[in-house]
């Protein structure tokens, strides 16, 4: 026992006598006594090994001659954990970062990923109660996928979180939300997400939900393929908080995001690597958002300037609606290559700007090493190139409307969105 140095467990297999009974034992005492511990065990089928959980005081897991068997009484009832084991004999199960493995006879080994959740007591929750449990370490690795033709599957990378949701529970309002060290919200996983990302469960029961230690994504235009990745960025190293959000009420437990072992960043690096993805995120967002409101308002101009002529002045406003919205548009498709439907599309129309940054973005996230001299300088061009390109979409959203908006005479306007919560000039 992990808990107490007096108390010990022990099988023992006596099928060479003919004994096909399952025998397990249990002493509190230094081996003076011992006490069987079979009670739900099927009969006949014989014990191989017994392991004490090292979290958990308690918590015992079995071996046996079809299977495996758990016990969360310290012995005195046991039940079966076969799941999608096969009938096989289980020869040695071992307790290690969590999870559980078994060694077995011809069936490969096995391993049951996870199991926070019995150490925190999943089977004393209540059909009616919800639970969120505090969820174990998470690297910042890749598990990758099965090789070579295997059928075993690797756990989810990143964060894997459980949670109990009670009887009852609404299945399209579940959120989890992930929260940093400052407690700002960066991420969000909901049972009714958005379109393009997963949604996590949200029926009552136990549920798992895995993060994958990313910020939300960006808010790209859909249906467009960019040269780079506009999901969210890799977060560092450090303490975490997961919230669980049900029907107005909200449960937090926190956790650690490790860094991968063979990785030897120092924290300098590490927040060096975090404020370059900050910038290029950042400035990816505010291109979109920009390109979105060049699109807005040339459609807007279009609007007015096919019912041109129900206003005065109206082959001026024809003309003049036509060259705003031909400028609109050409800057639009500077920022945003609204042709990029593939990753073959590139070889006939031109990156836009974004993917400039996209791309940069993909060389520094998740490279696992500091960040380079080049992509300092490639930094520090793009945000001068981004200098001149941000002056002539303030002339166009500025001076270029207004005088369009004077030409009106008041009798028709375009509407601007507000520029002080869609700015490009947003600070990172």
Known sequence: SPFDAGTAYMTYDGYKWSDW??????????????????????AGDQ??????????????????????????????????????????????L??????????????????????????????????GETKLFAPRDAFLTEWGGARGGAVGANPPSGAIIYYHLAKGTDSTAVKLEILDAANSVIRTLQSKPKPGETAIPGT?????????????????????????????????????????????????????????????????????????MRTIHGRVAAIFRDAKRLD????????????AADLPKSDSVSAA????????????????QPKHTNGQDIINFPNGVVDQWAYLAGQVDGSYMPVTTGVTKRLADLESQWSAVQARIDSLLGPQVAGFNALLGGRAGVIVPDRNSTSARTSY
């Not at 031909?326 to 945003?336: G, I």
Request: hydrophobic letters at 40%.
């Open 94 to 127: 071992a307790v290690r970062h969590g999870d559980l493995i078994a060694s077995t006879e011809g069936r490969a080994f096995w391993i049951l990923d996870d199991v926070s959740p019995l150490e925190q007591g999943a089977e004393k929750v209540a059909a």
């Open 21 to 42: 009974a399952p025998h397990i034992y249990r002493t509190t005492d230094y081996g003076r006594s011992w006490t069987p511990l079979v009670n739900g065990i099927r």
């Open 296 to 307: 807005d308002v040339r459609d807007q101009v279009k609007a007015i300037v096919a019912h």
């Open 204 to 276: 009552p029961g136990l549920q798992r939900a895995s993060w994958d230690l990313r910020t939300d994504a960006l808010k790209a235009p859909k249906g467009l393929s960019f040269f780079g990745s506009t999901s969210g960025y890799l977060v560092a190293p450090g303490r975490y908080t997961v919230r669980l959000v049900v029907a107005g009420k909200s449960y937090t437990a926190p956790f650690t995001v490790k860094q991968d072992p063979r990785v030897t960043l120092t924290d300098a690096q590490v927040a060096e690597e975090q404020r370059v």
């Open 47 to 92: 014990a191989r090994v017994v392991r004490a959980d090292p979290a958990r005081k308690g918590l015992l897991f079995a071996g046996t001659e079809t299977g495996a068997y758990l016990s969360v009484d310290d012995g005195a009832h046991w039940e079966s954990l076969q799941a999608n084991l096969p009938p096989v004999p289980v020869t040695d």
């Open 321 to 336: 609606g036509k060259q705003l919205a031909a400028r609109l548009d050409s800057m639009s498709v500077l920022l945003v």
